[in-house]
């Protein structure tokens, strides 16, 4: 009856843009995460390596299990992005396939084939390799997720600000240059902001649970871990916090630069303006062309898109409404990131305040501490914000005026979509819903204790023929290789063992 009335009610385009925008939104945070964890886990090993203490193998140890499960969620829902192209938008994948499959293809070969290699020695090297080589796999793989993120990033930025090609007579993409196709000019500022959103976003994840032990009396004994957790997160919203306001404010420019409508949707504009108001709230009304219930502050936009008084920005007027991106999802969605990144600002230089009153993990400072848990699953929401600003405030374009979304989509029924929707709807509520459970699980069970360093040499696997014998079900094992053993514990003077004796 769901599916019927859906069918009643949309198109097959709203349909599959629905479903691309459910499946990206849940698959964007795991990879995010994933990001910032390696590196988080990366410095954690360092600093054991360095200081010898047992608490960062704790913490390590830990928060390994969720990062594996991250990371396993995370490359689940990348194929399910992967099987999208070939059924809901298969016009869109043989138009600019020429240009976007050897960017996902470099990401293969250079990212997912570097962390398939040096995950499982991440996951279940401890005590069999080396001391150095097991961070060295962290480390590497660390690196893959950053390189994943940055062939990813190459290609979205392509699709906002495409450049290097050529547009053939048979309406497909040619690539001309390939170094303008990767670094176009909004790749820089993309690649940094969501870098720095991966890590701001795992920092405020692990430094609220890290205030959670602080607080918990249930988890008086992982107190300890609370304090590194929230420690080493504190550094990340004391100075990175700052650098993502920079960096977002360049991003800003750049976008007003290259894609204007995008910008004049993200702060509700309808009107050309010099001095530009700020819009703090307001309804926008797309179909007759203004706001409702507008709250503004004059000159305020102007000074933040061009940082002068009287600079110019266009209003939406200038496109025609089939031209313009659904504004009220853009207006809102980019307000919803920067009031939670002014949050997160707000939490560094109250950890900067609490720091120097070093009062940061007494638990007397409960307000504190409830601030850092109360942000706990924000920095997921402004993450899933700005992918919405900057997938929506390019319609209706696929790629920035050169293909338009009507023009991409392969041609299928609403049924068939609808019936995929629902299926993919099911099938992650199921699957996500356990990863998520399994994670929470371990976040209240807490790190345990790590007694014993004698645990980290390298692991003998030989096995003597009577093990083999009775893993093999022998009952008699030990009458047959009884005498066979005793042969076997001092070699005949004949036999040629390399020098060995």
């Not at 969620?73 to 976007?100: E, I, K, P």
């Amino acid at each position: 009856m769901f599916a019927t009335f859906m069918i009643d009610q949309m198109d097959a385009l709203l349909l599959a843009r629905i479903q691309f925008a459910f499946v990206i939104s849940w698959h964007i945070i795991f990879p995010a995460f994933s990001i910032g964890l390696a590196s988080w886990l990366t410095v954690l090993e360092f600093r054991w390596l360095r200081t010898g203490k047992p608490i960062y193998v704790e913490v390590y140890k830990h928060w390994v299990k969720i990062f594996a499960v991250v990371f396993g969620l995370g490359v689940v829902s990348g194929v399910v992005m992967s099987y999208q192209f070939g059924t809901n938008w298969a016009v869109f994948s043989d138009r600019a396939g020429n240009v976007l499959g050897p960017l996902l293809a470099f990401e293969v070969l250079t990212a997912f084939f570097l962390e398939a290699s040096f995950l499982g020695i991440m996951l279940f090297g401890w005590g069999r390799v080396s001391k150095r080589m097991h961070f060295a796999s962290t480390a590497i793989v660390a690196i893959g997720t950053m390189i994943s993120g940055f062939w990813i990033l190459a290609a979205n930025s392509f699709m906002q600000t495409p450049q290097g090609f050529m547009l053939g007579a048979d309406g497909l993409l040619y690539p001309v240059n390939w170094l303008e196709i990767i670094f176009n000019p909004s790749f820089p500022y993309r690649f940094a902001h969501m870098m720095t959103a991966a890590f701001l976003t795992t920092a405020f994840v692990v430094g609220g649970i890290g205030a959670y032990y602080l607080q918990s009396k249930k988890h008086t004994e992982h107190r300890k871990h609370g304090r590194v957790m929230l420690g080493m997160a504190m550094i990340m919203a004391i100075f990175v916090a700052p650098t993502q306001v920079l960096i977002g404010d360049m991003h800003g420019l750049n976008t007003l630069e290259h894609q204007p409508a995008k910008v004049a949707a993200m702060e509700g504009l309808w009107e050309d303006a010099r001095g530009a108001p700020l819009v703090l709230f307001g309804i926008p009304d797309q179909k007759n062309q203004t706001n409702k219930y507008e709250v503004s502050i004059p000159y305020l936009s102007g000074l933040i898109l061009t940082h002068s008084f009287d600079g110019e920005v266009k209003g939406l007027k200038n496109w025609a409404p089939e031209d313009q991106p659904p504004v009220i999802i853009v207006f809102w969605a980019f307000r919803i990131m920067v009031g939670i990144g002014m949050l997160m600002l707000l939490i560094g230089l109250f950890s900067l305040y609490k720091y120097f009153k070093k009062q940061q993990f007494n638990p007397e400072s409960k307000l504190f501490h409830r601030a850092w848990m109360m942000m706990t699953p924000l920095g997921f929401v402004a993450l899933l914000a700005g992918w919405f600003v900057t997938e929506t405030g390019r319609q209706p374009y696929t790629i920035y005026e050169v293909i338009r979304t009507a023009e991409s989509m392969s041609p299928v029924a609403a049924q068939q979509v609808a019936t995929t929707l629902i299926g993919f709807i099911v099938l992650y509520a199921f699957v996500f819903g356990a990863g998520s459970f399994y994670i929470l699980r371990l976040i209240a069970q807490g790190p345990k204790p790590y007694e014993d360093p004698s645990d980290d040499h390298f692991y003998d696997h030989s096995v003597t023929e009577a093990q083999g014998r009775t893993l093999s079900g022998d009952k008699h094992a030990s009458d047959k290789t009884e005498g066979h053993d005793k042969d076997m514990e001092e070699p005949a003077d004949d036999v040629d063992d390399g020098g060995l004796r």
